[in-house]
C-alpha cells in the first residue's frame, strides 16, 4: 500500500528536477489573461487567435512575415532552454578555498545544464552577467547541443565517460558556420535573462565575426529598448585581417529592464587649470601642471616617465598611476612639476597598474586629461559618464599580466580578458553584496576581478563561475605548466590570486575563497526496467540513490532542487545516534542515514522537533529521509505522523 504521508522524490518529480519553465510561463500567461490558456491534448496549451487578438493583430496566419533574425534550429534551441535537467552539483571540498566560509562558486560543467540547474535557486538574484563566448573562429566551438542526453552527452565530450569521442572544430566546412554558433548562444541567453534582477546588467565580449548575430538575439531576448551600449575595447595593434589591421573587440551591454538600471558610479571629476600642451607624441600629449602639496593622483593615460620630481625625489608615472622610486607615493612628496621641454620625456611604456599603490596600501586616485587644456583630478567616488571607447590594456600585457601570477614565461590561456576591464564593469553596475556571474570563465579574469574590486572599494561582492572541462590541447602552455583542463586553470588563477590580493590588503574584509562542484547525473536513480529480467530491475530500484553519492552529494542537490543557495548556511547535529543536517536555519532538514531502525523512529523524530522548535524557522520546513532507510512502510508512516503531528508537514523521501 502507498503510503500516504511520506511523499516519494523520484528522478520524474518536479521537486528532483529544475525549474519547469514551460508551466511558469503557462502559468504568468495564465494570470495576465486567464482567456489565454485552454485545454490542449496535451495538457494546457495557448490559442494563438486569441494571443493575436490580445496584441492587436487581426491576421491568424502563422505563416506571417516578421522582422528578426531566424535560422534553421530557433525553435529546437527556444525549446532547449525550456527543458528541465536532471543533472545536479556535486561538491568537491577539497578542491575549494575556504570552503565553510565562502559565499563564492566555481563550477565545472557545461554552462548550459549549470544555467538550467540554477534557476530556482538564482533566479532574479544576479546584478551582472558577464560572458566571453567562443567567437566562432572556426577552432573554438565546443558546445554541441544537439544531443538528447545532455549529461551524458557533456561526460562524453569532457572525456569523463568510456567511449569518449574528440571534439570537432565548427569549421565553415561544415555548411552551418553561424547557425550551429547561433543555437549554442539562444538558450543559454534566454536562461540567463532569468537570473538577473530587476536592475541587472548583462555584458558580453565579441568580435566582428557574431556581432551582428548576436546583437539581433539579444534585441529578441531583452527587447531592443533594454540595450544600453556598445563599447569598444582598443586591445591589440598588431593584429592584421585583410586589408586593415584590427585594433578592437566589442562588449555589448543590455539591461534586464533599462528603467531600473542606476546612474553608472565611477570617479567624479574637478577641474584643475593647466598649462599649455605640447606633445612629444600624438599618443602622449604633455601637459604643464601644478598641484598642492600632498595630493595624491595618478599619472596620464598609459605612459612612463623616469626623471625628477620636484628637487626632493625621483617618481615614475605608469598606466594610471604616480608613485615614488621607492614603489610608494609618501607624504612629503613635493607634488610641482612643469614639463615644457621634450626631452625630459625619456621613456613610453605600460606599467603593472596592480602594484601601485599609496603608502597606505591604498590605490591613488585617477586624473584625466581633456582636450580643454584642463586638468581633471578625482575627488571622491560619483557620478562619471565613463566613454564607449576604452583602453583596458593591449592583449600583450593582458597575457603577461597572466602569466606574472602563474609564475610562467607565458600565459596558461591565449587571450585572456583584461582584469581592468572586468574591475570596471564590476564597478560601474554592481554595489555592496550583489552578485556577479560568468558563464564562460575560461581563466577566471571575472572571479578574480570580482576579489579585487572588492578589497578596493571595501564592498563586498560575491561571484558565480562557470567553465567546461575541456581538455587542454597537448603541447599548450597550460599542458605544459600540468595543467589538464580550463578549468584547472581557472581554479588555479583564483587561489594565486586570493593570495595576492589578501597580501596586497591584509585589512580587506573580502571573501576570497571559493566552493568548486562539478556537474554530473542526478543522485536519484531513473527507473530503467530490463525488459528480460523485470524481477532484477525492481530489486536493483529499491535503493533510489546511485551507488557512491555521499549525503553531501544529496544534499547539494537537495539546495538545487527546492531553490536554495547552495552557499547557505547548514549546521549538522547527532540525534538518536543519527546524523541531522539543517540548512538556512531549518527551512529543509535532512536526514540522509542509510539505515533507521523501527526502535529509533520515537527518539530521532523527537529530536528533530524539538531542534525545528529551537530555530523556529519562519516559513515552512521539509524534511527528508533516504526511502530506503526505513525498515518497512509502517516505519515510514510512523515518522511522517510524528512529524506532522509536531508542525512539519512537508516530509519526503529519496
Known amino acids: 500500500m502507498k503510503d500516504p504521508k511520506m511523499q516519494k522524490l523520484e528522478a520524474a518529480s518536479p521537486e528532483a528536477q529544475s ?3 514551460v508551466a511558469e510561463n503557462v502559468a504568468q500567461l495564465k494570470a495576465l489573461f486567464p482567456e489565454l490558456v485552454t485545454e490542449g491534448p496535451n495538457g494546457p496549451a495557448v490559442n494563438l487567435d486569441v494571443l ?20 534553421h534550429g530557433k525553435r529546437a534551441a527556444r525549446q532547449l532552454a525550456l527543458t528541465p535537467s536532471t543533472g545536479t552539483l556535486r561538491p568537491c571540498p577539497d578542491e575549494s578555498v575556504g570552503w565553510g566560509s565562502t559565499k563564492n562558486l566555481m563550477i565545472e560543467g557545461d554552462n548550459l545544464e549549470v544555467l538550467k540547474l540554477l534557476q530556482k535557486s538564482y533566479a532574479g538574484k544576479v546584478k551582472l552577467a558577464y560572458l566571453d563566448p567562443p567567437y566562432n573562429t572556426g577552432k573554438d566551438f565546443v558546445y554541441p547541443d544537439r544531443f538528447k542526453d545532455s549529461i551524458r552527452n557533456y561526460l562524453e565530450v569532457t572525456g569523463q565517460l568510456d567511449g569518449s569521442y574528440k571534439i570537432s572544430s565548427n569549421s565553415e566546412a561544415s555548411g552551418r558556420f553561424h547557425t550551429d554558433w547561433l543555437n549554442m548562444m539562444y538558450p543559454r541567453l534566454k536562461l540567463v535573462r532569468n537570473l538577473l534582477t530587476s536592475d541587472g546588467v548583462l555584458c558580453i565580449s565579441i568580435n566582428d565575426k557574431e556581432q551582428h548575430s548576436l546583437k539581433h538575439v539579444l534585441n529578441e531576448v531583452f527587447g531592443e529598448e533594454n540595450f544600453i551600449a556598445q563599447l569598444v575595447w582598443d586591445k591589440n595593434h598588431s593584429a592584421q585581417a585583410g586589408l586593415f589591421k584590427v585594433y578592437h573587440e566589442y562588449v555589448l551591454v543590455y539591461a534586464r529592464s533599462i528603467d531600473e538600471v542606476k546612474t553608472i558610479k565611477a570617479q567624479e571629476a574637478e577641474d584643475f587649470e593647466a598649462g599649455a600642451m605640447k606633445k612629444e607624441s600624438a599618443r602622449h600629449p604633455l601637459q604643464k601642471f601644478k598641484f598642492p602639496k600632498g595630493t595624491r593622483f595618478d599619472a596620464p593615460d598609459g605612459f612612463e616617465l623616469n626623471g625628477t620630481w620636484g628637487e626632493t625625489e625621483k617618481v615614475r608615472l605608469c598606466e ?11 607624504e612629503d612628496v613635493v607634488l610641482e612639476a612643469a614639463f615644457t621641454q621634450a626631452n625630459q620625456m625619456k621613456q613610453y611604456f605600460y606599467g603593472d597598474r596592480n602594484a601601485l599603490v599609496d603608502s597606505r596600501g591604498q590605490r591613488v586616485l585617477e586624473f584625466y586629461f581633456t582636450g580643454t587644456g584642463k586638468l581633471k583630478v ?4 560619483g557620478v562619471f559618464t565613463p566613454p564607449t571607447v576604452q583602453r583596458w ?8 599580466e597572466l602569466a606574472g601570477l602563474f609564475g610562467l614565461s607565458a600565459p596558461p590561456l591565449e587571450t585572456p580578458k583584461s582584469l581592468t576591464m572586468m574591475q570596471n564593469l564590476i564597478g560601474w553596475f554592481t554595489t ?3 552578485l556577479v556571474v560568468d558563464f564562460f570563465a575560461g581563466s577566471g579574469t571575472t572571479g578574480h576581478a570580482t576579489m579585487r574590486t572588492s578589497a578596493e572599494s571595501g564592498q563586498p561582492r560575491r561571484f558565480i563561475l562557470v567553465q567546461i572541462p575541456e581538455l587542454c590541447a597537448e603541447g599548450s602552455e597550460a599542458a605544459k605548466a600540468g595543467f589538464r583542463t580550463i578549468a584547472d586553470i581557472c581554479k588555479k588563477r583564483l587561489a594565486l590570486a586570493a593570495q595576492r590580493i589578501r597580501s596586497e590588503f591584509p585589512d580587506a574584509e573580502v571573501d576570497t575563497g571559493f566552493r568548486s562542484y562539478r556537474l554530473d547525473t542526478s543522485n536519484i536513480t531513473a527507473w530503467s526496467p530490463k525488459p528480460a529480467d523485470l524481477v532484477a530491475s525492481i530489486f536493483d530500484h529499491a535503493e533510489h540513490i546511485v551507488p557512491g553519492r555521499t549525503a553531501a552529494d544529496v544534499l547539494s542537490e537537495l539546495l538545487l532542487k527546492l531553490g536554495l543557495d547552495l552557499c547557505v548556511q547548514v549546521t549538522t547535529r547527532t540525534i538518536a545516534g543519527k546524523t541531522v543536517h539543517s540548512v538556512a536555519g531549518g527551512v529543509l532538514i535532512a536526514c540522509l542515514e542509510p539505515s533507521i531502525g523501527a526502535p529509533e523512529i520515537e527518539a530521532l523524530a523527537q529530536g528533530i522537533i524539538a531542534w525545528h522548535k529551537e530555530m523556529a524557522p519562519a ?36
Open 19 to 21: 525549474a519547469d519553465l
Open 52 to 71: 493575436k487578438a490580445l496584441v492587436g493583430d487581426a491576421t491568424l496566419s502563422d505563416a506571417e512575415e516578421k522582422y528578426g533574425l531566424n535560422w
Open 320 to 330: 594610471g598611476r604616480m608613485i615614488a622610486a621607492d614603489g610608494k607615493l609618501s
Open 378 to 381: 578625482s575627488k571622491e567616488r
Open 393 to 400: 590594456g593591449m592583449q600583450g600585457e593582458v597575457s603577461t
Open 432 to 434: 555592496a553584496d550583489d
Open 619 to 654: 516559513g515552512d520546513t521539509t524534511c527528508v529521509f533516504r526511502d530506503s532507510a526505513f525498515a518497512d512502510d509502517v516505519a515510514k508512516t510512523n515518522m511522517a505522523a510524528i512529524l506532522e503531528q509536531n508542525g512539519i508537514a512537508n516530509v519526503r523521501s529519496l
